[in-house]
């Protein structure tokens, strides 16, 4: 145990020694690939050729690789090997042949990398010829033979062909060589040969023929006999015997059975051993011809014949009179053979009857019947018979065409005066061609025929008055003997618009803010009629409504000043015309209490601006008056009462009278300041009585109103008539 220890304690010793270090891992580069045939890529058919694959890799070792080679052909692994040199794979096709040719690829794998080479083409030409042997050329008619081709040499997947006289007769293939079987059904000679293709993706190589035996077929002493009597002059009813049976069958191998077989078309009459009989009545219907067929082993024999049989009489055909009749209606049924072989029947031999016997049903002659048409679709056929053969007709169908009903007569869309109206006249049933006709009183307009349920009977007329709508009526017909009348037109006609009048209510001069205001519209046509309000500048209109009436209108409940504007309507009906109104201009005027209030206001501020200035200018007097009691004030006492004695005077005389004196302006514009209007002054004059003297010439007492808010500085000298130029009275 001690001694184990010490030894791996060596040996790891030895594999960790810090003199020694671990092989860094192999680094590698697969350079190039590349594959090669020799002798050459087309060569001919037993040379031997090489596929050589050449690697180039790079190592940092100098120990070889272990790489695994792998061969392709057509994408299909032909070759693998593992090898641990550098030395180049060969891949040998020793006596190559064409299923060797293809396009051939190599594929180098080392540890995981891997790399292919482009791919080379090998072609190899040239074909082995095929061999043929039978293992005998002499038989008789059904006997077997067998055949071998083969293609001496060559692999890959083989089809062969087998042929008698340039036919292919058999085809094999994925065999070397083909075994066949061969019968051959015609005596006589008969040569065989064959050939072989070999198929190589996606081309095929095909072989030249192979050698050609002759074989030859001896017939059968045996054959069919078929007998029929009688063979000419047939005719429909006349009865038939036919045989048939085997000329020299004593001769046939007794272990062999013989089948036979008697058939007419299509029809297998009789079948059995030896021989056949069979008897039938000859029909001329029957196609075909009489066979009879031997069946030995795999030998057919087979002879036929054709028999005429003559037509005893025509098969019948069905008609009726008239072409078209209607429910309820009695028609003619005529059944007839139209030919008859008059040398052996008379015409009177044959007889007809109907099918189904319907009732009630007469017979007036024979093949001729008188019915009544139901009332719906029956079918009919009839048979002929004489000396026992019967023959049918064809079915007949008889449609009893259906009576029309009365028409209605309606307007297709909307009928409009004086434009083109479309008139529909429709039969609710009634079996077709019907033919419409339409009429105005007793004139007739026009007439259509309706042939599918698809289509309709349609007039178009323009109708100028309204009363002319009421006429139009139209008549329906399928049937020669009578027509039947619609009843008249009952259309609403629609009058297109006209004379559209917009009337305002109050009237316009009487229209004033508070009161309520009526747009009525209204116009003459078919209603429905579609109206519209509008008010000029406005984008859309003020009202839009329909109705079944003449008029309409906009109703405003209080009015304002913005409701003044120019209005107008427009209207339009089914006849699709518009018709626009006048335009009305509406001016809503100042409410009549606003008008008394404004009159009140403004004789009221008149009057007060008259009491201002009267009180005013009485203002004005009252400070004149004092300023003259202030510069008589100045006088003497002796003064004041002769004052006293002059107001004494003055107040028995008349009321002092003002002057209004207009002064002109200083021509002096600078030294003058400028004035606002004109300056008024009034003279204070003394109205003295005739002959009173004035016992003080003072002048005149001025009073100047001014429109400045201070008295004017006069800038001359005072006038004569200023209180500063009176002389002082002496006492």
């Not at 309204?466 to 008249?488: D, F, H, T, V, W």
Request: contains cysteine; glycine residues 4%.
């Amino acid at each position: 145990m001690v001694l184990l220890r010490l030894l791996t304690f060596t040996l790891l010793s030895s594999y960790f020694h810090p003199g020694t270090e671990v092989d860094a891992q192999r680094q590698f580069t697969i350079r190039s690939i590349m594959l090669t045939i020799e002798p050459g890529t087309n060569v001919t058919r037993d040379t031997n050729v090489t596929v050589r694959c050449k690697a180039t890799v790079s190592s940092s070792s100098q120990e070889a690789l272990s790489c695994e080679y792998t061969i392709y052909k057509d994408s299909s692994t032909v070759y693998t090997k593992r090898s641990s040199t550098a030395e180049d794979l060969l891949y040998p096709l020793p006596n190559a042949k064409v299923s060797n040719s293809g396009k051939y690829k190599c594929k180098i794998t080392i540890e995981g990398k891997e790399m292919t080479s482009e791919a080379t083409k090998l072609t190899v030409t040239g074909m082995s010829k095929p061999v043929l042997q039978l293992n005998r050329n002499a038989v008789s008619e059904g006997e077997e033979v067998t055949a071998w081709c083969e293609a001496p040499g060559e692999t890959g997947s083989i089809f062969f062909y087998l042929y008698e006289d340039s036919k292919v007769i058999q085809e094999h293939s994925n065999s070397n060589p083909m075994e066949a079987k061969i019968r051959f059904r015609n005596v006589g000679l008969h040569k065989v040969h064959c050939a072989y293709a070999v198929l190589v993706m996606p081309n095929t190589f095909n072989s030249v023929e192979s050698n050609t035996i002759t074989v030859s077929v001896k017939e059968l002493s045996i054959r069919p006999v078929l007998e029929i009597f009688p063979q000419d002059k047939v005719y429909e009813g006349d009865q038939l015997s036919i045989t048939c049976n085997i000329r020299n069958a004593l001769y046939s191998p007794e272990n062999t059975p013989i089948d036979l077989y008697l058939s007419l078309g299509t029809k297998l009459l009789s079948s059995g051993k030896n021989k056949v009989n069979h008897t039938m009545v000859a029909l001329a219907k029957d196609p075909g011809d009489f066979e009879c067929r031997l069946e030995k082993g795999h030998v057919e024999k087979v002879i036929t014949k054709m028999v005429s049989v003559t037509e005893l009489f025509s098969s019948p055909t069905l008609t009726m009179n008239p072409a078209d009749v209607f429910k309820g209606e009695v028609m003619s049924l005529t059944c007839k053979s139209e030919s008859y072989a008059s040398e052996r029947i008379n015409k009177e031999e044959l007889t007809y009857t109907l099918e189904p016997s319907v009732s009630p049903l007469i017979s007036t002659k024979p093949g001729e019947f008188s019915v009544k048409a139901l009332t719906f679709d029956f079918n009919y056929t009839c048979e002929a018979q004489a000396k026992g053969i019967k023959k049918r007709s064809e079915t007949l169908t008889v449609r009893p065409k259906v009576p029309v009903s009365i028409p209605k007569i309606s307007v297709v869309g909307r009928a409009i005066l004086g434009k083109p109206v479309k008139i529909r006249c429709h039969s609710d049933f009634g079996s077709f061609p019907i033919n419409y006709t339409l009429l105005t009183g007793d004139d007739i307009l026009s007439t259509s025929t309706v042939r599918l349920p698809t289509q309709e009977a349609v007039f178009t007329v323009t109708i100028n008055k309204p009363e002319e709508i009421r006429k139009y009526m139209c008549k329906a017909q399928n049937n020669p003997k009578n027509g039947l009348p619609s009843s008249r037109l009952n259309a609403t006609l629609i009058e297109p618009l006209r004379g559209l009048t917009l009337t305002v209510l109050p009237d316009l001069t009487e229209i004033s803010e508070g009161n309520q205001l009526y747009l009525i519209c209204g116009t003459k046509g078919t209603p429905p009629v579609t109206y519209k309000f509008y008010r000029v500048g406005d984008k859309r209109p003020l009202l839009t409504n329909t109705l079944n009436e003449n008029n309409t209108h906009y109703h405003v409940d209080k009015l304002s000043k913005e409701h003044s504007g120019t209005y107008y309507c427009e209207a339009d009906n089914h006849a699709n015309n518009v018709v626009r109104s006048e335009k009305v201009i509406v001016e809503v005027h100042m409410a009549l209490w606003k008008k008394a209030v404004i009159g009140g206001v403004c004789l009221l501020v008149v009057s007060v601006l008259v009491a201002v200035c009267v009180l005013y200018i009485k203002s004005k007097r009252v400070r004149v008056v004092r300023a003259a009691v202030s510069v008589w004030s100045e006088r003497p006492p002796e003064a004041d009462k002769d004052e006293e004695d002059v107001s004494s005077v003055m107040s028995s005389e008349p009321d002092v009278e003002y002057t209004e004196v207009v002064h002109p302006q200083p021509a002096d514009a600078a030294r003058v300041p400028p004035r606002k209007g004109t300056d008024t002054v009034y003279s204070e004059l003394k109205n003295l009585p005739p002959g009173a003297a004035d016992h003080h010439d003072y002048g005149s007492v001025e009073y100047a109103e001014l429109n400045s808010d201070r008295p004017e500085i006069n800038p001359h000298p005072p006038e004569v008539n200023n209180y500063h130029d009176l002389p002082k009275p002496v006492d």
